[in-house]
């Protein structure tokens, strides 16, 4: 029989916590084990379920004494603990993990410890303890949830694929050396800057791998896109993506019949107006540059730009421009038009381009539904992972660990730097 420290007559590993869940957070007692002892006790526990897996501790042949699941529930119980750590699933959390800044980009939102400890020194004890509390919470909480995820992952992916991972966290390790200019040195400032030294950086990247690779394993949100769901999301998407306004750009001469200069003998502006645009479109129809000619004869301030009005919504043309959007309407880029008399205006359009109102086809935007597509699978992947996870790490209390973590931070920003 498979006896040692802790053990009963079956050989079962007694958990002194009383509480199996392979999951749980919760305080130690106060009862406080050397190194020596923890160390003895882990290898005596692991030794015995070995035994038992491999031959019910016994040789033989018979069916193991323990299920599968009870097995994972003793392996993973929980240990005695001292008040500054927290037993996760079998792994240790410290003061150091929570004040350690962190690796991950998207983690920047926690205060780094040199912030916390600058609060603390504007603050009492109290304050400080209600002030700083909710950010180290979320950084304790961010903390359980990636040993919870990571000891599912090495559970479900097995060791099989140990020996690449170590050859991707090399190369990840080369990569991060040479983003820091090809300088060792250079390289290990940065890390202790982060708090870190290469062997987490690399413990790091190994848990990030892993995880990311037990997550597409679970959630393959990378999977074939129908032709179905394609077009639901098109549907779901094109009033707020892909509707595209009217626009329309033209260059124009403005006769405006009140500036124009009367020719000799005349007394009629509105006349001398139409036989001013009569010869212009000849002079265009023969081939006269647009440009040049609304920079001569147009009123408009516009006509130092050769004519030329910025793209516009046609809708939005004021009266009298409004007969322009209509009239674009009819016209092909390039086309011109006219004389267009409205109100006291007289027009020539020269249409540069124009765009009807309405959605752009799926044929133009597949990519984009696409990515949409791959988004709100990985989202929803996450959103059912983190949900598992934070079901599984809820377990238990943790204020007496992050009472520790505050009070020691603020003894440390209040305790004198040595003297040099």
């Known amino acids: ?80 603990q001292r008040p500054d750590e927290l037993i996760v699933s079998g792994e240790t959390v410290t003061f150091d993990d929570l004040t350690a800044a962190s690796f991950d980009p998207s983690a920047q939102t926690i205060p780094p410890k040199e912030k916390l400890m600058e609060l603390a020194r504007q603050t009492t004890l109290e304050q400080f303890m209600q002030m700083a509390r909710p950010q180290v919470l979320q950084k304790l909480n961010s903390r359980i949830g990636d040993v919870v995820l990571y000891k599912q992952a090495k559970r479900a992916l097995g060791d ?154 046609p809708d939005a043309l004021a009266e009298p421009y409004d007969v322009l959007a209509k009239e674009a309407q009819k016209m092909k880029v390039g086309d011109v038009a006219g004389p267009i008399a409205a109100l006291d205006h007289i027009f020539i359009m020269k249409l540069e381009q124009k765009q009807g109102k309405g959605y752009r086809p799926l044929t133009e935007v597949q990519d984009r539904v696409e990515e949409r597509i791959i988004l709100d699978r990985r989202l929803a992947a996450l959103k059912q992972l983190d949900a598992e996870i934070s079901q599984q790490a809820a377990v238990g209390n943790t204020d007496r660990f992050l009472d520790y973590c505050l009070e020691r931070l603020y003894r440390q920003a209040h305790t004198p730097a040595p003297a040099k």
């Not at 190194?35 to 031959?55: N, P, S």
């Not at 003998?265 to 000619?293: C, H, N, V, Y």
Request: aromatic share 8%; hydrophobic share 35%.
């Open 160 to 313: 099989k694929a140990d020996e690449q991972l170590d050859k991707r966290v090399e190369k990840e390790m080369r990569e991060f050396v040479i983003a820091h200019g090809g300088n060792d040195a250079g390289a290990d400032a940065a890390l202790q800057k982060m708090g870190m030294n290469r062997a987490r950086f690399k413990e790091y990247k190994k848990r990030e791998i892993v995880s990311r690779l037990y997550v597409l394993s679970r959630f393959p949100y990378n999977r074939p896109i129908t032709h179905r769901e394609l077009l639901e999301y098109y549907e779901k998407m094109k009033q707020d993506s892909f509707f595209q306004a009217g626009m329309v750009q033209f260059r124009l001469i403005d006769i405006q019949i009140a500036k124009v200069t009367l020719p000799e003998g005349s007394d009629d502006p509105l006349q001398a107006a139409r036989t001013l645009a009569k010869d212009l479109m000849a002079k265009i129809t023969a081939g006269e540059d647009f440009g040049e000619l609304a920079k001569k004869y147009s009123h408009d301030y516009r006509s130092a730009q050769g004519g030329l009005w910025q793209p516009r919504d």
């Open 1 to 80: 029989m498979c006896q040692g420290p802790g053990n009963n007559k079956a050989g079962v590993p007694q958990n002194p916590s009383g509480n199996t869940g392979p999951y749980s957070v919760k305080h130690g007692n106060s009862h406080v084990m050397s190194g020596m002892q923890r160390v003895g006790r882990y290898a005596i526990t692991g030794a015995c379920l070995w035994m038992i897996v491999l031959a019910g501790c016994d040789s033989k042949g018979r069916k193991a004494a323990l299920t599968e699941d009870e097995i994972r529930r003793y392996t993973y119980a929980q240990k005695p």
